[in-house]
């Protein structure tokens, strides 16, 4: 087995990382039709965005103001998630 050294990585790194996984998550159910293209597309754009302030943070300097744009994300994360939820029964009354 293969093993890989550790990696230390940054707040803002692992930011990064997981906002990786909720594009690649996303698609997920509507490649495999457990949901619609109303979902799919919701989720696209939520996590393109999400994705983009994940990125902010990754750049933002260790200081006030980076606590700032981290707190902006946390509070975008909430809102990402009560959409995605709210897409779920959308797109299935609308497309049965």
């Not at 550790?6 to 790194?13: A, F, H, L, N, R």
Request: proline fraction near 3%.
């Amino acid at each position: 087995m293969l093993r890989s050294a550790p990696v230390k990585m940054t707040d803002g790194e692992i930011a990064t990382v997981d906002a990786g996984k909720r594009v690649a998550g996303g698609a997920g159910p509507t490649l495999l039709g457990s949901v619609g293209w109303l979902y799919g597309t919701v989720a696209l754009v939520m996590s393109r965005a999400f994705v983009a302030r994940a990125i902010a943070v990754w750049q933002a300097a260790d200081d006030y103001r980076g606590h700032v744009i981290a707190q902006r994300m946390f509070r975008f994360s909430l809102l990402y998630l009560a959409i995605l939820f709210a897409a779920l029964p959308f797109d299935r009354m609308l497309f049965g």
